[in-house]
Nanobody
Framework: QVQLVESGGGLVQAGGSLRLSCAAS????????MGWFRQAPGKEREFVAG????????LYADSVKGRFAISRDNAKNTVFLQMNSLKPEDTAVYYC?????????????????WGQGTQVTVSS
């Protein structure tokens, strides 16, 4: 069983940056595809970014492409989400998720385990 703990959220002005971290416990982390999702009040959870187990492949939602970057350090069992040029519409709770699959999925149901989430608030 893998447990995930996110950190790095907070309040930032529009145009600013934040770096989210997701620390994983468990032996299978390095073989799992990882993803970041977000959920704003009154909206469904949506895919933000995903990364393959080796970090060789990444996938981004169109809304964050060019502004966000996902990376991972398997030696430290950690996944990161660098968020630049933040906009008020990026405000949401951000969740880290892991999937026991080889390909990156944009569907929440494909992920087997989740963190508790970290709040990101972008003020205008």
């Amino acid at each position: 069983q893998v447990q995930l703990v996110e950190s790095g959220g907070g309040l930032v002005q529009a145009g600013g940056s934040l770096r989210l971290s997701c620390a994983a416990s468990g032996r299978t982390f390095s073989s799992n595809t990882m993803g970041w999702f977000r959920q704003a009040p009154g909206k469904e959870r949506e895919f933000v970014a995903g990364i393959s187990w080796a970090g060789s492949s990444t996938l981004y939602a169109d809304s964050v492409k060019g502004r966000f970057a996902i990376s991972r350090d398997n030696a430290k069992n950690t996944v990161f989400l660098q968020m630049n040029s933040l906009k008020p519409e990026d405000t949401a709770v951000y969740y880290c998720a892991g999937a026991t699959r080889l390909s990156i999925s944009t569907t929440a149901g494909a992920y087997n385990y989740w963190g508790q989430g970290t709040q990101v608030t972008v003020s205008s």
